[in-house]
């Protein structure tokens, strides 16, 4: 059985490693460390009711407080999800600050008649 400190929580991506429990050395009678990288799941947008939510804050430790701007000017926004690239009419990536002109390369060659 495998324990971690009470209160202790595992971030995704974080390895620990337990001495002596990984596969044995050749030809001794030792054997390596046992290195362990978790890999979390998150729930789903909106999982849960958000009474039950108030009640899983309840036991958790307490939000961090917001930083103070004093005078400051501050604008309240809201984050959505990015699309880090888009597919412009050429089937390249393009994101916004990719310039329209950039496939443009003047006039072709005209007939001569």
């Not at 990015?82 to 089937?91: L, N, R």
């Not at 006039?107 to 001569?112: D, E, M, S």
Request: net charge negative; with cysteine.
């Amino acid at each position: 059985m495998v324990s971690i400190l009470p209160g202790e929580a595992i971030k995704p991506g974080e390895m620990k490693v337990i001495p002596d429990e990984g596969m044995p050395a050749h030809r001794t009678h030792t054997r390596g460390h046992l290195f362990i990288k978790f890999v979390i799941d998150f729930p789903p947008p909106n999982w849960t009711a958000p009474e039950n939510i108030a009640a899983l804050e309840q036991i958790l430790p307490p939000r961090p407080a917001l930083p103070s701007f004093g005078d400051k000017h501050v604008d309240e926004v809201v984050m959505a999800d990015a699309q880090p690239y888009q597919t412009g009419p050429s089937g390249r990536n393009q994101n916004a600050y990719d310039e329209d002109e950039e496939d443009h390369h003047g006039p072709g060659v005209q007939c001569a008649q």
